[in-house]
């Protein structure tokens, strides 16, 4: 995130307080939308932390390939119990 996503990030953190204790669970949702619409989820390899280091974002089918694998090692276990 950037600073500025972040720092817009928290406002709408606090904003989203007061509605939810006062009860105005829509405009607590709405802001929680508003909110999640701020955030993406890329996830990111890196091969050492550091100033230097070179970080790659995985490419989507990686994680599907991982989701199947680990799909068919939950069954694979299930089935050996």
Do not use: C
């Amino acid at each position: 995130m950037s600073d500025e996503t972040l720092k817009a990030f928290a406002q709408l953190g606090e904003r989203i307080e007061s509605p939810e204790l006062d009860g105005g669970t829509e405009e607590a949702d709405r802001l929680m939308r508003e909110r999640g619409a701020l955030v993406s989820f890329f996830p990111i390899v890196e091969h050492a932390s550091g100033e230097n280091a070179h970080k790659w974002v995985f490419h989507f089918q990686m994680t599907t390939d991982f989701e199947t694998v680990a799909n068919i090692a939950e069954r694979l276990l299930r089935e050996l119990r």
